[in-house]
């Protein structure tokens, strides 16, 4: 079980989306931003490799990040601006991709592409992980293809109270329990979909079932519930 103060002195909000068929990607965010600040008071950070968002909602930052360095400078403003004993909820909607080599221990890399540059899983952790400040909890919605590790955190669970490592060790717990905590859209050689939701049209599954969740369930949601 995963629980939220879902107010604005105690969540902070960024979203990374980056161009995926028919803008869906867009859309999310959009959505995203629309859903938070309508329910929750909370603006959203918008980086985006457009500096168009239609339909985002009023207050919403926008970051314009067409390359792999201004990416990564928005990204890192953005998560070290959050402070201490806030939660961090970043969105990431774009398309994802991964390579399987054999002999890793994990035996994938996934990454996300910006043009003709590579964002890779390790970097995107280094990035996060250097940037967040101390007493900062961080709530990852990872909606892309290849998504597994996409934050390349050290447990990865499929059922939300039963994590392994790589080294196949097993701690009972769940998402409460974390300091920072992912939820992927699929497993590193899978895809995920789009799909219509009712917060905001037709965009990714995740992004949009999890959307569609907060006004039931309010704060306190589960990896099944979503």
Sequence with gaps: MYDLKMTSNQVSVVVLALHANGNSSYRDAAAISRVFKK??????TIISDTNIIPDKAPGTT????????????????????????RTLILFISAHGYTHRYPAKERGYVD?????????????????????IQEGVKLLGIIDTC??????DLEYASSDGVMFQTTANKTIMGG???ARYASISACRDDEVTGEDVSLS?????????????????HGCTFNLLAI
Excluded at 200 to 216: E, I, N
Aim: hydrophobic share 40%; aromatic share 8%.
């Design 39 to 44: 329910q929750y008071k909370i603006p959203c």
């Design 62 to 85: 926008l970051m314009f990040a067409d390359t792999k360095t201004t990416l990564i400078s928005s990204l890192r403003t953005s998560i070290s601006q959050v402070g201490t004993g």
């Design 111 to 131: 990454y996300l592409k910006l043009g003709h540059e590579v964002i890779t899983n390790t970097e995107l952790h280094y990035l996060v992980f250097a940037s």
């Design 146 to 151: 290849h998504s597994g590790h996409m934050l």
């Design 175 to 177: 998402l409460g329990t």
């Design 200 to 216: 905001g049209g037709l965009g990714g599954k995740l992004v949009g079932h999890f959307l569609d969740a907060l006004p039931r």
